[in-house]
């Protein structure tokens, strides 16, 4: 059993190849074989959010604080809230973040395969990030 | 993509077979195959922890609030706190919960292999429960 203290680890900052705007990491796991999941809190400041990507094995986020926004590629624009779960099946390319006004914190959880649990793809364009919610 | 909203689903109370005291457990997520990760939020009050038990591919603990109390077997008991990130390996015989003055809530997340993610085990009695923790 390994116990790590929070502020053990240093918070980390999303790499700008990956994310627009400004996004924290703290790791809360990386799982060792045969165990393949993998665990972490991001922190969305305000216009934050991931680029266009896709997971091989899909990816639970867990709403902490804030209000952010998910889309699937094809679907609206979606609000979520703390307590939603988002569900992202294998493949489905979508993004993440927080609002343009409101920061926004989840937990994400997804398992690697392969060594590697996403693929990054293009930046999402103010103009698809900005569209109002359907909900 | 799926969202579940906050409240959405209901809280459900932890098996007494499983559990000593009140807990409660809010779905975040069982995934679909090929993915086999679950997670839950599982709310202890104080007094509360979960039998001795095992799981196959590990489990990790992520603190949200309270203060509370995990032990490996054959080791000193340890406190955990908001923020703290407990990993317990494959087949380790293990409990946590609530303090026994104070609550505690964690997001659990685990892998399932053969539809299973836990072996439960016999009750933490009280004279384990009550030790001093080591830190």
Redesign the interface.
């Known amino acids: ?7 053990q680890r240093a918070t980390l900052k999303g790499n700008p190849d990956w994310f627009t705007g400004t996004v924290w990491q703290d790791a ?2 990386d ?2 074989e ?4 993998r ?1 972490v ?1 991001v922190s969305f400041e305000p216009g934050a959010r991931t680029n266009w990507h896709t997971h091989p ?2 990816q ?1 986020l ?1 709403v ?1 604080s804030g209000v952010g926004r ?1 889309q ?1 590629h094809g ?1 609206p624009v ?1 609000a ?11 493949g ?1 390319k ?1 993004w993440h973040g927080a609002g343009p006004e409101t920061r926004m914190v989840h ?1 994400a ?3 690697a395969i392969d060594g590697s649990h996403v693929e990054w793809l293009e930046p999402v364009d103010d103009s698809d990030y900005r569209a109002e919610p359907a909900d």
């Open positions: 059993m390994d116990i790590y203290r929070a502020g809360i796991i799982t060792p045969p165990a393949r999941g665990a809190v094995l899909g639970t867990f902490l998910v699937k679907e979606r979520i809230r703390p307590g939603d779960t988002v569900w992202i099946a294998p489905e979508h937990v959880f997804h398992e």
